[in-house]
């Protein structure tokens, strides 16, 4: 296994050769213990003390370096989905393809915190990277405690303007998502992009409920609260500097059709997303920084 890993790490962060032979950083502490992979600074694993599995991870995931992971939270970044204009590929970009640099690494009461970083030099040659012609530092710090905290931060180092998309595409841990609920965007406007949502804007009334393929863009800079009376939980994500919240759930069809996940997965996660997406795309003025984040904190119902 080799990595460009040149920063000390504390006794509770150790390096390991995971799954696919990729490099990844094991957390262990009284308050959680946790999994970030190198490639595309990728959360993999989250269970806080005296919880269940948060973030999940699908059986079917391929880990290898030309490949995305299902699961975890993905970076999306430059793009969202297939992207503003025609031909962007891969989906979601090329941050979560890309190996991203570890800078910073430390262990405060238990609370760790681990800095990763990715510039345009970093992705050179990549697939995608042809298709953005853009100069960026992007930093990506992950705080792993009783409550998991994700910061995505974009410096335009050019003398352009220019916009990007940006989303932390979160999965989690359910029970049945037939019996979830997401509170909190009651009243929201969104966009269904799942099969006959139709083009036109609609508005959400009461929590969001799972009958089949879900796949929604809310316009909402707020809180979503994920009931899963199941596993007698909740999942609270709060946000900052983010107006979309993206709801997922592949349901029967879509999940048969991913080859990286497994047919009868589809009951046990569901997507809340932090996001910028579509006509809420981050405007970045040459020198400037913009930085969206999301924490997680989970407790008993």
Request: with cysteine; net charge negative; charged share 20%.
């Amino acid at each position: 296994m080799t990595t460009a890993i040149t920063v000390d790490l504390p006794p509770s962060v150790a390096l390991v050769e995971a799954s696919g032979g990729l490099p990844a950083l094991r957390i262990s502490t009284p308050l959680a213990e946790g999994e970030v992979y190198l490639h595309g600074a990728h959360v993999t694993g989250w269970v806080p003390a005296g919880h269940d599995p948060v973030v999940w991870m699908s059986k079917a995931s391929r880990f290898a370096p030309t490949e995305p992971i299902r699961g975890g939270v993905p970076i999306c970044f430059p793009w969202f989905g297939p992207g503003r204009e025609p031909g962007m590929s891969p989906a979601h970009g090329f941050a979560r393809l890309a190996d991203w640099r570890l800078v910073g690494a430390s262990d405060d009461d238990s609370v760790v915190t681990l800095t990763f970083r990715l510039g345009h030099e970093d992705v050179e040659g990549s697939a995608g990277a042809e298709k953005w012609a853009h100069p960026f530092e992007a930093t990506y710090t992950v705080v792993m405690g009783s409550e998991l905290t994700v910061y995505l931060a974009v410096r335009n180092p050019g003398d352009e303007e220019y916009s990007y998309e940006e989303a932390l595409h979160t999965y989690l841990h359910v029970q049945d998502v037939t019996a979830v609920t997401v509170e909190g965007l009651d009243g929201a406007r969104y966009l269904d992009k799942a099969p006959d949502g139709g083009p036109y804007l609609k508005t959400q009334s009461g929590p969001v409920t799972f009958t089949g393929e879900t796949d929604r863009v809310y316009h909402s800079s707020g809180s979503a609260v994920v009931v899963d009376p199941a596993r007698a939980r909740t999942i609270t994500v709060s946000k900052e500097s983010s107006a979309d919240t993206v709801v997922w759930n592949p349901w029967t069809a879509k999940a048969a059709a991913m080859p990286d996940y497994d047919d009868a997965e589809w009951p046990t996660m569901v997507c809340v997303e932090t996001a910028n997406a579509l006509d809420n795309a981050v405007v970045l003025a040459p020198g400037a920084t913009h930085t969206m984040s999301a924490t997680y904190a989970v407790s008993h119902a």
